[in-house]
Protein backbone atom coordinates (compact mmCIF):
# COMPACT_ATOMS: atom_id res chain seq x y z
CA UNK A 1 0.00 0.00 0.00
CA UNK A 2 1.15 3.47 -0.77
CA UNK A 3 2.64 5.41 2.28
CA UNK A 4 0.07 8.59 2.39
CA UNK A 5 2.17 12.05 1.48
CA UNK A 6 2.03 14.78 3.71
CA UNK A 7 1.83 17.97 2.34
CA UNK A 8 4.51 20.61 3.30
CA UNK A 9 3.67 23.00 5.91
CA UNK A 10 6.20 25.50 5.01
CA UNK A 11 8.20 26.65 2.12
CA UNK A 12 10.73 29.46 1.35
CA UNK A 13 10.05 32.51 -0.07
CA UNK A 14 12.74 35.00 -1.69
CA UNK A 15 11.58 38.45 0.26
CA UNK A 16 13.03 40.03 -3.19
CA UNK A 17 11.28 38.69 -5.75
CA UNK A 18 9.08 36.04 -4.25
CA UNK A 19 10.78 32.92 -5.35
CA UNK A 20 9.19 29.83 -3.41
CA UNK A 21 11.42 27.01 -2.95
CA UNK A 22 10.43 23.60 -0.47
CA UNK A 23 14.11 23.86 1.09
CA UNK A 24 16.22 26.73 2.55
CA UNK A 25 18.50 28.22 -0.04
CA UNK A 26 21.64 30.77 -0.11
CA UNK A 27 21.07 32.18 -3.12
CA UNK A 28 17.85 32.74 -4.89
CA UNK A 29 18.03 30.67 -8.29
CA UNK A 30 15.29 33.64 -9.69
CA UNK A 31 17.22 36.55 -8.74
CA UNK A 32 20.60 35.85 -7.63
CA UNK A 33 20.43 37.57 -3.94
CA UNK A 34 22.02 35.71 -1.25
CA UNK A 35 20.31 35.33 2.11
CA UNK A 36 16.61 36.35 1.24
CA UNK A 37 14.99 33.15 1.42
CA UNK A 38 12.39 33.22 4.25
CA UNK A 39 10.22 30.20 5.50
CA UNK A 40 7.29 30.88 5.70
CA UNK A 41 3.75 29.10 6.44
CA UNK A 42 1.83 27.07 3.54
CA UNK A 43 -2.25 27.73 4.30
CA UNK A 44 -4.15 24.79 2.50
CA UNK A 45 -6.10 26.36 -0.46
CA UNK A 46 -9.51 26.28 -0.10
CA UNK A 47 -10.72 25.17 -3.59
CA UNK A 48 -14.48 26.22 -4.26
CA UNK A 49 -17.13 23.46 -4.28
CA UNK A 50 -19.15 23.47 -7.56
CA UNK A 51 -22.43 23.60 -5.15
CA UNK A 52 -21.14 26.83 -3.68
CA UNK A 53 -21.50 28.73 -7.07
CA UNK A 54 -25.04 29.35 -7.50
CA UNK A 55 -26.76 32.24 -6.66
CA UNK A 56 -29.04 30.77 -3.50
CA UNK A 57 -25.83 29.37 -2.24
CA UNK A 58 -23.51 33.02 -1.62
CA UNK A 59 -23.42 33.87 2.08
CA UNK A 60 -22.28 37.36 1.75
CA UNK A 61 -23.86 40.27 0.19
CA UNK A 62 -22.93 43.95 -0.66
CA UNK A 63 -25.00 46.10 1.38
CA UNK A 64 -25.93 49.76 1.24
CA UNK A 65 -24.12 52.65 2.80
CA UNK A 66 -27.25 53.76 4.89
CA UNK A 67 -27.45 49.68 6.45
CA UNK A 68 -24.10 48.95 8.01
CA UNK A 69 -23.90 50.20 11.86
CA UNK A 70 -20.79 50.41 13.54
CA UNK A 71 -19.99 50.78 17.38
CA UNK A 72 -17.97 54.27 18.44
CA UNK A 73 -14.60 53.41 19.39
CA UNK A 74 -14.15 52.75 22.89
CA UNK A 75 -11.06 54.89 24.14
CA UNK A 76 -9.12 54.03 27.59
CA UNK A 77 -6.74 56.96 28.86
CA UNK A 78 -3.11 55.21 29.53
CA UNK A 79 -2.27 57.32 32.70
CA UNK A 80 0.40 59.61 30.38
CA UNK A 81 -1.31 62.39 28.51
CA UNK A 82 1.56 62.42 25.44
CA UNK A 83 0.70 58.74 25.10
CA UNK A 84 -3.19 59.40 24.58
CA UNK A 85 -2.61 62.74 22.51
CA UNK A 86 -0.41 60.46 20.26
CA UNK A 87 -2.76 57.36 20.03
CA UNK A 88 -5.17 60.32 19.17
CA UNK A 89 -7.12 60.70 22.04
CA UNK A 90 -6.87 57.15 24.10
CA UNK A 91 -6.30 53.76 23.73
CA UNK A 92 -8.69 51.95 21.08
CA UNK A 93 -10.29 48.63 22.54
CA UNK A 94 -8.95 45.88 20.55
CA UNK A 95 -6.71 47.58 18.74
CA UNK A 96 -3.05 46.39 18.15
CA UNK A 97 -0.51 49.28 18.89
CA UNK A 98 2.92 48.62 17.91
CA UNK A 99 5.95 50.57 19.87
CA UNK A 100 9.01 50.39 17.85
CA UNK A 101 12.35 51.70 18.54
CA UNK A 102 16.48 51.68 19.07
CA UNK A 103 17.22 49.16 21.87
CA UNK A 104 17.48 51.02 25.95
CA UNK A 105 15.29 54.12 25.18
CA UNK A 106 12.84 53.12 27.15
CA UNK A 107 10.23 51.19 25.60
CA UNK A 108 9.66 48.71 28.19
CA UNK A 109 9.51 51.30 31.04
CA UNK A 110 6.70 53.37 29.05
CA UNK A 111 4.71 50.30 28.27
CA UNK A 112 5.06 49.10 32.24
CA UNK A 113 3.63 52.41 32.88
CA UNK A 114 0.40 52.12 30.83
CA UNK A 115 0.18 48.54 31.93
CA UNK A 116 0.42 49.37 35.38
CA UNK A 117 -2.23 52.29 34.98
CA UNK A 118 -4.87 50.17 33.06
CA UNK A 119 -4.56 47.89 35.77
CA UNK A 120 -6.09 49.69 38.34
CA UNK A 121 -9.49 48.87 36.88
CA UNK A 122 -8.64 46.09 33.82
CA UNK A 123 -6.61 42.92 34.05
CA UNK A 124 -3.56 43.44 31.87
CA UNK A 125 -0.80 40.94 31.04
CA UNK A 126 2.71 41.85 30.80
CA UNK A 127 4.32 39.24 28.64
CA UNK A 128 8.37 39.61 28.93
CA UNK A 129 9.83 37.25 26.99
CA UNK A 130 13.23 39.20 26.88
CA UNK A 131 13.79 39.76 30.61
CA UNK A 132 12.71 37.73 33.70
CA UNK A 133 9.67 38.58 35.57
CA UNK A 134 11.81 39.33 38.63
CA UNK A 135 13.50 41.90 36.33
CA UNK A 136 10.07 43.85 35.20
CA UNK A 137 9.26 43.54 38.89
CA UNK A 138 12.59 45.46 39.77
CA UNK A 139 11.27 47.85 37.43
CA UNK A 140 8.29 48.03 38.81
CA UNK A 141 9.47 48.53 41.98
CA UNK A 142 11.77 51.19 41.07
CA UNK A 143 8.48 53.05 39.22
CA UNK A 144 6.80 52.72 42.35
CA UNK A 145 3.83 50.45 40.42
CA UNK A 146 2.01 47.89 41.73
CA UNK A 147 -1.08 46.27 41.36
CA UNK A 148 -2.60 42.68 41.33
CA UNK A 149 -4.06 43.03 38.16
CA UNK A 150 -0.97 43.44 36.25
CA UNK A 151 -0.01 39.53 35.32
CA UNK A 152 3.59 39.11 34.84
CA UNK A 153 4.29 35.77 32.28
CA UNK A 154 8.34 35.26 31.12
CA UNK A 155 6.99 33.06 27.56
CA UNK A 156 8.27 32.74 24.31
CA UNK A 157 5.90 30.66 22.71
CA UNK A 158 2.68 32.42 21.22
CA UNK A 159 0.43 29.52 21.99
CA UNK A 160 1.24 29.13 25.74
CA UNK A 161 0.68 33.08 25.46
CA UNK A 162 -2.46 31.98 24.04
CA UNK A 163 -3.55 30.03 27.33
CA UNK A 164 -3.27 32.78 29.69
CA UNK A 165 -5.71 34.98 28.06
CA UNK A 166 -8.48 34.29 30.30
CA UNK A 167 -10.29 37.86 31.21
CA UNK A 168 -7.54 39.68 29.86
CA UNK A 169 -8.46 43.03 28.22
CA UNK A 170 -4.76 44.53 27.56
CA UNK A 171 -1.70 42.65 26.48
CA UNK A 172 2.02 43.80 26.30
CA UNK A 173 4.44 41.56 23.98
CA UNK A 174 7.51 42.59 25.05
CA UNK A 175 8.86 41.73 22.21
CA UNK A 176 7.96 40.39 18.95
CA UNK A 177 11.34 39.32 17.87
CA UNK A 178 11.15 37.32 20.93
CA UNK A 179 8.32 34.97 20.43
CA UNK A 180 8.12 32.23 18.18
CA UNK A 181 4.92 30.30 16.54
CA UNK A 182 5.19 26.24 16.76
CA UNK A 183 3.79 26.25 13.06
CA UNK A 184 6.76 27.46 12.12
CA UNK A 185 10.41 26.07 12.48
CA UNK A 186 12.44 29.17 11.83
CA UNK A 187 14.37 30.67 15.15
CA UNK A 188 12.46 33.24 17.05
CA UNK A 189 12.79 36.87 14.90
CA UNK A 190 12.91 35.92 11.44
CA UNK A 191 11.29 37.21 9.46
CA UNK A 192 8.45 34.74 8.66
CA UNK A 193 8.11 34.28 12.35
CA UNK A 194 7.64 37.80 13.51
CA UNK A 195 5.03 37.85 10.28
CA UNK A 196 3.38 34.83 11.32
CA UNK A 197 3.11 35.40 15.10
CA UNK A 198 1.76 39.24 14.32
CA UNK A 199 -0.93 37.78 12.18
CA UNK A 200 -1.91 35.67 14.88
CA UNK A 201 -2.41 38.12 17.41
CA UNK A 202 -4.29 40.45 15.54
CA UNK A 203 -6.59 37.23 15.00
CA UNK A 204 -6.79 37.34 18.67
CA UNK A 205 -7.42 40.87 19.14
CA UNK A 206 -10.06 40.96 16.87
CA UNK A 207 -12.04 37.80 17.67
CA UNK A 208 -11.76 38.13 21.46
CA UNK A 209 -11.74 42.47 21.37
CA UNK A 210 -8.18 42.54 23.08
CA UNK A 211 -5.73 45.40 23.37
CA UNK A 212 -2.39 44.34 22.35
CA UNK A 213 0.67 46.66 22.41
CA UNK A 214 3.34 44.83 20.64
CA UNK A 215 7.20 46.36 21.49
CA UNK A 216 9.42 46.03 18.20
CA UNK A 217 12.98 46.21 18.22
CA UNK A 218 14.43 48.44 14.74
CA UNK A 219 17.49 46.55 13.16
CA UNK A 220 20.11 48.44 11.51
CA UNK A 221 19.97 46.58 8.58
CA UNK A 222 16.78 48.41 7.39
CA UNK A 223 14.75 46.69 9.87
CA UNK A 224 14.16 43.22 8.22
CA UNK A 225 13.55 41.24 10.99
CA UNK A 226 11.96 44.32 12.93
CA UNK A 227 8.75 46.14 12.96
CA UNK A 228 9.13 47.23 8.86
CA UNK A 229 7.12 43.84 8.03
CA UNK A 230 4.28 44.00 10.22
CA UNK A 231 3.38 48.15 9.54
CA UNK A 232 0.34 46.99 7.68
CA UNK A 233 -1.17 44.13 9.64
CA UNK A 234 -0.57 46.97 12.69
CA UNK A 235 -3.75 49.57 13.44
CA UNK A 236 -1.32 51.79 15.15
CA UNK A 237 2.50 52.24 14.65
CA UNK A 238 4.42 54.65 16.79
CA UNK A 239 8.25 54.55 16.72
CA UNK A 240 9.99 56.00 20.18
CA UNK A 241 12.67 58.18 19.26
CA UNK A 242 15.83 60.33 20.78
CA UNK A 243 19.67 59.74 21.21
CA UNK A 244 20.18 57.53 24.17
CA UNK A 245 22.43 60.56 25.93
CA UNK A 246 19.57 62.94 25.59
CA UNK A 247 17.33 63.25 28.54
CA UNK A 248 13.86 63.43 26.75
CA UNK A 249 12.22 61.22 23.83
CA UNK A 250 9.84 61.87 20.69
CA UNK A 251 6.85 59.49 20.39
CA UNK A 252 5.99 59.73 16.92
CA UNK A 253 3.05 58.05 15.31
CA UNK A 254 3.88 56.88 11.94
CA UNK A 255 0.26 55.03 11.01
CA UNK A 256 -3.21 55.66 12.80
CA UNK A 257 -6.27 54.09 12.17
CA UNK A 258 -7.96 55.78 14.70
CA UNK A 259 -5.96 59.16 14.50
CA UNK A 260 -3.81 61.82 13.06
CA UNK A 261 -0.27 59.84 11.82
CA UNK A 262 1.52 62.77 12.40
CA UNK A 263 1.21 63.03 15.96
CA UNK A 264 4.69 64.06 18.35
CA UNK A 265 4.81 63.25 21.87
CA UNK A 266 7.31 64.49 24.07
CA UNK A 267 9.05 62.42 27.27
CA UNK A 268 11.01 62.40 30.04
CA UNK A 269 13.24 60.31 30.96
CA UNK A 270 14.12 60.10 34.77
CA UNK A 271 14.48 57.94 37.59
CA UNK A 272 10.70 57.42 38.31
CA UNK A 273 9.90 56.29 34.33
CA UNK A 274 8.72 58.10 31.05
CA UNK A 275 6.97 61.60 32.32
CA UNK A 276 4.84 63.61 29.31
CA UNK A 277 6.47 67.18 28.75
CA UNK A 278 3.87 69.49 28.15
CA UNK A 279 6.13 72.70 28.04
CA UNK A 280 7.77 71.51 25.51
CA UNK A 281 8.91 74.71 23.30
CA UNK A 282 11.84 75.20 25.76
CA UNK A 283 13.51 71.87 24.80
CA UNK A 284 14.61 73.32 21.42
CA UNK A 285 15.36 76.50 21.78
CA UNK A 286 18.92 77.33 23.10
CA UNK A 287 20.59 79.90 25.56
CA UNK A 288 22.42 81.62 22.96
CA UNK A 289 19.80 82.36 20.83
CA UNK A 290 20.82 86.16 19.51
CA UNK A 291 24.07 85.95 20.75
CA UNK A 292 25.85 83.77 18.03
CA UNK A 293 25.80 83.83 14.53
CA UNK A 294 24.11 81.04 12.49
CA UNK A 295 20.89 80.41 14.39
CA UNK A 296 17.06 80.53 14.17
CA UNK A 297 14.06 79.93 15.01
CA UNK A 298 11.04 78.34 12.88
CA UNK A 299 7.66 77.28 14.27
CA UNK A 300 7.40 73.97 13.22
CA UNK A 301 4.20 72.14 12.72
CA UNK A 302 4.12 67.89 13.44
CA UNK A 303 0.66 66.54 13.96
CA UNK A 304 -1.82 68.37 16.20
CA UNK A 305 0.60 70.74 17.50
CA UNK A 306 3.22 73.52 16.28
CA UNK A 307 6.90 73.53 18.42
CA UNK A 308 9.17 76.55 18.03
CA UNK A 309 12.29 74.97 16.86
CA UNK A 310 15.84 76.29 16.63
CA UNK A 311 18.36 75.45 13.80
CA UNK A 312 21.99 76.02 14.32
CA UNK A 313 24.59 76.41 11.35
CA UNK A 314 27.95 76.75 11.32
CA UNK A 315 30.12 77.43 9.12
CA UNK A 316 33.88 76.76 8.68
CA UNK A 317 36.56 77.06 5.68
CA UNK A 318 37.08 74.39 3.91
CA UNK A 319 40.81 73.09 4.04
CA UNK A 320 40.09 70.35 0.98
CA UNK A 321 39.16 71.07 -2.67
CA UNK A 322 35.28 69.72 -1.91
CA UNK A 323 33.64 71.53 0.77
CA UNK A 324 31.22 69.63 3.45
CA UNK A 325 27.91 69.49 4.02
CA UNK A 326 26.70 67.76 6.96
CA UNK A 327 23.15 68.03 8.22
CA UNK A 328 21.02 66.58 11.54
CA UNK A 329 17.77 66.41 11.88
CA UNK A 330 17.24 68.48 8.40
CA UNK A 331 17.37 66.99 4.72
CA UNK A 332 20.70 66.98 3.29
CA UNK A 333 19.49 67.46 -0.12
CA UNK A 334 17.01 70.49 1.39
CA UNK A 335 20.20 71.73 2.83
CA UNK A 336 22.34 71.41 -0.74
CA UNK A 337 19.62 73.11 -2.38
CA UNK A 338 19.02 76.04 0.24
CA UNK A 339 22.91 76.88 -0.21
CA UNK A 340 22.38 77.19 -4.09
CA UNK A 341 19.59 79.51 -3.56
CA UNK A 342 21.14 82.06 -1.09
CA UNK A 343 24.41 81.93 -3.55
CA UNK A 344 22.93 81.98 -6.78
CA UNK A 345 20.04 84.61 -5.47
CA UNK A 346 21.40 86.90 -2.64
CA UNK A 347 25.02 86.29 -3.78
CA UNK A 348 26.19 85.05 -0.25
CA UNK A 349 29.23 82.80 -1.25
CA UNK A 350 29.27 78.99 0.21
CA UNK A 351 32.08 77.49 -2.61
CA UNK A 352 34.89 77.63 0.20
CA UNK A 353 32.90 77.11 3.29
CA UNK A 354 31.83 73.75 5.17
CA UNK A 355 28.54 74.05 6.15
CA UNK A 356 27.05 72.20 9.32
CA UNK A 357 23.48 72.31 10.13
CA UNK A 358 21.71 70.83 13.35
CA UNK A 359 17.96 70.77 14.41
CA UNK A 360 18.39 71.35 18.07
CA UNK A 361 17.03 68.96 20.28
CA UNK A 362 17.04 66.05 17.81
CA UNK A 363 14.17 66.67 16.52
CA UNK A 364 13.02 65.96 12.74
CA UNK A 365 12.37 68.97 10.82
CA UNK A 366 10.81 67.60 7.38
CA UNK A 367 8.08 69.94 6.05
CA UNK A 368 9.12 72.77 3.49
CA UNK A 369 8.13 75.72 6.14
CA UNK A 370 11.59 75.14 7.30
CA UNK A 371 13.36 76.54 4.57
CA UNK A 372 13.26 79.57 5.05
CA UNK A 373 14.47 80.07 8.64
CA UNK A 374 17.59 77.50 7.50
CA UNK A 375 18.30 80.01 4.91
CA UNK A 376 17.98 82.97 7.70
CA UNK A 377 20.62 80.26 9.82
CA UNK A 378 22.95 79.86 6.73
CA UNK A 379 22.95 83.67 6.16
CA UNK A 380 23.20 84.59 9.79
CA UNK A 381 26.28 82.32 9.89
CA UNK A 382 28.08 83.50 6.14
CA UNK A 383 27.71 87.08 7.48
CA UNK A 384 29.03 86.29 11.43
CA UNK A 385 25.59 88.47 12.71
CA UNK A 386 23.43 87.11 15.09
CA UNK A 387 19.36 87.15 14.05
CA UNK A 388 17.15 88.85 16.96
CA UNK A 389 15.99 86.67 19.91
CA UNK A 390 12.75 87.39 19.40
CA UNK A 391 12.40 87.16 15.46
CA UNK A 392 10.71 83.90 14.15
CA UNK A 393 10.96 82.95 10.69
CA UNK A 394 9.17 80.48 8.36
CA UNK A 395 8.22 79.86 4.47
CA UNK A 396 9.24 77.58 2.01
CA UNK A 397 11.70 78.84 -0.21
CA UNK A 398 11.49 78.18 -4.42
CA UNK A 399 14.46 77.70 -6.27
CA UNK A 400 13.98 80.99 -7.78
CA UNK A 401 14.69 82.54 -4.53
CA UNK A 402 10.26 83.59 -4.26
CA UNK A 403 9.11 82.38 -0.76
CA UNK A 404 6.14 80.41 -0.99
CA UNK A 405 3.30 80.30 1.38
CA UNK A 406 3.19 77.15 3.80
CA UNK A 407 0.01 75.41 5.40
CA UNK A 408 -1.16 76.17 9.44
CA UNK A 409 0.37 79.92 9.12
CA UNK A 410 -2.22 81.08 11.53
CA UNK A 411 -1.06 78.40 14.12
CA UNK A 412 2.27 78.65 13.39
CA UNK A 413 2.05 82.60 14.33
CA UNK A 414 0.02 81.67 17.42
CA UNK A 415 3.00 79.62 18.44
CA UNK A 416 5.70 82.61 18.05
CA UNK A 417 2.93 84.91 20.18
CA UNK A 418 2.91 81.98 23.13
CA UNK A 419 6.73 81.36 23.05
CA UNK A 420 7.18 85.57 23.20
CA UNK A 421 8.28 86.23 19.76
CA UNK A 422 7.51 89.82 19.47
CA UNK A 423 8.23 90.05 15.09
CA UNK A 424 7.38 87.03 12.60
CA UNK A 425 9.35 87.17 8.93
CA UNK A 426 6.23 84.91 6.85
CA UNK A 427 5.60 84.68 3.05
CA UNK A 428 3.48 87.41 1.61
CA UNK A 429 0.86 85.35 0.50
CA UNK A 430 0.27 84.03 4.22
CA UNK A 431 0.13 87.59 5.98
CA UNK A 432 -4.09 88.11 5.33
CA UNK A 433 -4.58 84.52 7.32
CA UNK A 434 -2.30 86.23 10.14
CA UNK A 435 -4.45 89.72 10.15
CA UNK A 436 -5.81 88.90 13.39
CA UNK A 437 -2.46 88.85 15.74
CA UNK A 438 -1.14 92.00 14.04
CA UNK A 439 -1.62 94.15 17.39
CA UNK A 440 -0.18 91.36 19.24
CA UNK A 441 3.16 90.57 17.22
CA UNK A 442 4.93 92.18 14.06
CA UNK A 443 4.10 90.38 11.09
CA UNK A 444 6.63 91.11 8.09
CA UNK A 445 5.66 89.66 4.91
CA UNK A 446 8.45 88.64 2.46
CA UNK A 447 8.22 87.72 -1.16
CA UNK A 448 12.11 86.68 -2.44
CA UNK A 449 14.95 85.26 0.09
CA UNK A 450 16.56 88.43 -0.36
CA UNK A 451 14.09 90.12 1.57
CA UNK A 452 14.09 88.36 4.26
CA UNK A 453 17.91 89.04 4.24
CA UNK A 454 17.37 92.30 4.17
CA UNK A 455 14.79 92.38 6.66
CA UNK A 456 17.29 91.01 9.63
CA UNK A 457 19.91 92.83 8.86
CA UNK A 458 22.35 90.20 8.00
CA UNK A 459 23.52 91.03 4.11
CA UNK A 460 22.24 92.93 1.07
CA UNK A 461 21.11 91.06 -1.58
CA UNK A 462 22.40 91.69 -4.53
CA UNK A 463 20.78 90.03 -7.34
CA UNK A 464 17.17 91.57 -9.02
CA UNK A 465 15.18 89.15 -6.80
CA UNK A 466 15.33 91.73 -4.01
N1 LIG B 1 17.95 52.62 37.79
C1 LIG B 1 17.65 53.45 36.84
N2 LIG B 1 17.51 54.77 37.09
C2 LIG B 1 17.20 55.63 36.13
N3 LIG B 1 16.99 55.30 34.87
C3 LIG B 1 17.10 54.02 34.53
C4 LIG B 1 17.44 53.03 35.49
N4 LIG B 1 17.47 51.83 34.87
C5 LIG B 1 17.17 52.07 33.56
N5 LIG B 1 16.94 53.38 33.37
C6 LIG B 1 16.60 54.04 32.09
O1 LIG B 1 15.76 53.20 31.37
C7 LIG B 1 16.27 53.03 30.04
C8 LIG B 1 16.00 51.62 29.59
O2 LIG B 1 14.66 51.48 29.56
P1 LIG B 1 13.96 50.19 28.96
O3 LIG B 1 14.54 48.96 29.50
O4 LIG B 1 12.51 50.45 29.12
O5 LIG B 1 14.33 50.32 27.42
P2 LIG B 1 13.92 49.36 26.26
O6 LIG B 1 13.69 50.23 25.08
O7 LIG B 1 12.84 48.45 26.67
O8 LIG B 1 15.25 48.56 26.06
P3 LIG B 1 15.48 47.12 25.41
O9 LIG B 1 15.61 47.39 23.98
O10 LIG B 1 16.76 46.68 26.02
O11 LIG B 1 14.32 46.29 25.79
C9 LIG B 1 17.73 53.29 30.13
O12 LIG B 1 18.19 53.86 28.94
C10 LIG B 1 17.85 54.25 31.29
O13 LIG B 1 17.82 55.56 30.77
MG1 LIG C 1 12.79 46.35 26.87
Known amino acids: MPSKIKAPTSQFVCSTCGYTAPKWLGKCPDCGNFNTMQEELVRPVETASPLRTGVSQIKTRALPLSKIGYEKFEREKSGIGEFDTVLGGGIVRGSLVLLGGDPGIGKSTLLTQVSAHLAQTKKVLYVSAEESCSQVKMRCDRLGLNSDNLLLLNETCLEDIETNLDGVEFVVIDSVQAIYTETLSSAAGSVGQVRECAAKLMRIAKSKNITFFIIGHVTKEGALAGPKVLEHIMDTVLYFEGQP ?13 FGSAQEVGVFEMTGEGVKSVSDYSALFLSETRGVAAGSAVTPSESGNRCMSVEIQTLISRTAYGMPRRMSLGVDYNKLVVLIAVLEKRCGIPFFNADVYINAMGGIKLNEPSVDLAICAALASAASDVPIDKYTAVFGEVGLTGEIRPVTYAEKRVNECLKTGFKRVILPAKNLKACQKYADKI ?16 LRAATTKNE
Open 245 to 257: EDNFKLLRAVKNR
Open 442 to 457: ELIPVQYVGQMVKELG
